[in-house]
């Protein structure tokens, strides 16, 4: 393993295993958070490579949906993951969870 691909794998799984439950982040904004604001389509890969488990079904596309292609397996179990956690969607989008929280709420990350 190339001494960046294993910083930036460390630091995206340390990442992830932060985002508390019932909060999500995108691809983009954990890649942000590691310090590898360019590097958005590496943490999919970085979270497969992790020897340990982590909370991956909290990391969702910046339009805040599922990464997965509709109804498959691993779509189905990534939103009844969320589910379990209090996320509501409107389709296939992650919405609020209750109407005085705004969506601000349950995403987690640094704020700019």
């Known amino acids: 393993m190339s001494r960046f691909r294993e910083k930036f794998d460390h630091q995206v799984w340390q990442v992830v295993a932060s985002?508390?439950?019932?909060?999500?982040?995108?691809?983009?904004?954990?890649?942000?958070?590691?310090?590898?604001?360019?590097y958005s389509r590496m943490?999919?890969?970085?979270?497969?490579?992790?020897?340990?488990?982590?909370?991956?079904?909290?990391?969702?596309?910046?339009?805040?949906?599922?990464?997965?292609?509709?109804?498959?397996?691993?779509?189905?179990?990534?939103?009844?993951l969320l589910k379990q956690e209090g996320i509501r969607f409107d389709g296939t989008k992650i919405i609020e969870l209750e109407t005085e929280d705004s969506l601000d709420r349950i995403l987690w990350g640094p704020q700019d």
Not at 21 to 27: A, L, N, Q
Not at 47 to 74: C, H
């Open 43 to 80: 943490v999919g890969a970085a979270l497969g490579r992790s020897p340990d488990p982590l909370p991956w079904f909290r990391v969702v596309r910046s339009n805040r949906t599922l990464a997965f292609e509709i109804g498959s397996r691993s779509y189905r179990e990534q939103a009844q």
């Open 19 to 38: 985002i508390p439950p019932g909060r999500v982040m995108g691809y983009g904004e954990v890649a942000k958070a590691a310090g590898f604001p360019r």
